[in-house]
């Protein structure tokens, strides 16, 4: 790798790919469509292709698939209850799309989709719309006794429901800053060791002795980073199936 | 009038004073009960949400409570601006709704620790989910 490579940031630039422009508007084809696209059709690949032998008893693969079926389903039926599962290919599309494309993110030299906040807010502005146009949908305006805690004082309710108001419209914020935030600090984490690899084997006999301890953490990080990127997938889907519940049952 | 107040020097006021307490003692252990029950409803399940339900590592914790509190303010700041723009009333709506937007990342934080009810909760206490409502 040449030495400019090893800037940090230098994995998440944006490079257009295939310019097109719109009616003044950039629409151009960007590596990171390119990799939304790649992240669609993996994991639509691998569900067709692992289920479509439909053998009674599942091979390896094919197993894999029913277990992340039925991951889902449980966490939305716990959730959101058995109403919740007409949501079920919502948050499983959701959580496979996260999943794929942050595994997708972990080979080097791929480009994270996850690492950019737009795209995480996009994701979870697509959840709290969901949640808000079916609570309107379903319940009129009786969604709105959400923002209304029982048993507050008659004079302190503007101010409390102003609050939860707030506190409502921040989840989307704090859903999309939490999965975008855990990528970017990891693979700039893992960048940085790597590059004292790099910049360390280049002085010499001591210099690769040395870089054998940032060699060790960055294979840490590795696997820490395989974790975070399972774990984030969950929590992505987890709170999905939280704020149905709240479309669902507002008034609990 | 006075003496019927009076011990009457035999074990029984002893004994009823202790009776007494026993049925206090009852009545404590029953309440303490109840409220622990109650408590239990109005709590957050732990078991069922959030990434909680597994030991997450201090870092995972610590992103995930700062993303909270930090969405609080950043979203009643931004609430506050755009008052701001539509009304003219500079610098007042960002004032306000900045305060009111930390009061709701700490109610946020406190939230996502499981500390205080889940929306819409309140006082009323969790009923079955699935009740067709």
């Known amino acids: ?252 | 009038m006075a003496e019927k107040k009076g011990p009457d020097g035999t074990g029984e006021t002893g004994r009823g004073k202790e009776h007494d307490a026993e049925i206090r003692d009852d009545d404590l252990e029953r309440r303490r009960r109840e409220l622990g029950a109650s408590l239990a409803t109005r709590l957050p399940n732990r078991l069922e949400g959030k990434d909680d339900a597994k030991p997450v590592t201090g870092y995972g914790q610590a992103i995930k409570l700062s993303s909270e509190f930090i969405a609080g303010v950043v979203v009643g700041a931004g609430i506050g601006w755009i008052i701001d723009r539509m009304a003219g009333t500079s610098p007042w709506g960002l004032i306000v709704f900045l305060l009111l937007g930390f009061g709701a990342g700490v109610l946020n934080v406190m939230r996502s620790a499981g500390v205080v009810a889940e929306f819409g909760q309140g006082a009323k206490p969790r009923r079955d989910r699935d009740d067709g409502k």
């Open chain 1, 1 to 252: 790798m040449a030495a400019d490579k090893v800037d940090p940031i230098h994995q998440f630039h944006i490079n257009k790919l295939i310019p097109i422009e719109i009616g003044g508007y950039d629409l151009s084809f960007t590596n990171s469509a390119l990799f939304m696209v790649a992240t669609v059709v993996v994991a639509a690949a691998f569900l067709f292709l692992t289920t479509s032998s439909r053998s009674l008893v599942p091979g390896r693969l094919q197993s894999v698939s029913e277990m992340a079926y039925e991951f889902v389903g449980n966490m939305l039926r716990d959730a959101a209850g058995t109403q919740g599962m007409k949501f079920f290919p919502f948050v499983f599309s959701l959580f496979m799309f996260v999943l794929v494309a942050n595994l997708l993110g972990l080979f080097p030299y791929f480009f994270t989709v996850t690492s950019h906040i737009i795209v995480t807010f996009g994701l979870a502005a697509l959840v709290i719309g969901t949640v808000v146009v079916y609570g309107f949908m379903k319940h009129g305006l009786g969604f709105l006794k959400l923002f209304v805690p029982h048993g507050v004082p008659v004079f302190l309710l503007p101010l409390v429901v102003l609050i939860e108001v707030i506190s409502f419209v921040s989840r989307p914020v704090s859903l999309s800053v939490r999965l975008f935030a855990n990528m970017l600090a990891g693979h700039i984490t893992l960048k940085v060791f790597s590059g004292f690899v790099v910049s360390l084997s280049a002085l010499g006999a001591v210099g690769v002795a040395g870089s054998i301890l940032p060699l060790a953490m960055a294979v840490a990080l590795t696997a820490l980073e395989l974790l975070v990127a399972f774990l984030q997938a969950y929590v992505f889907a987890v709170l999905t199936c939280m704020y149905l519940n709240d479309a669902l049952h507002p008034g609990h």
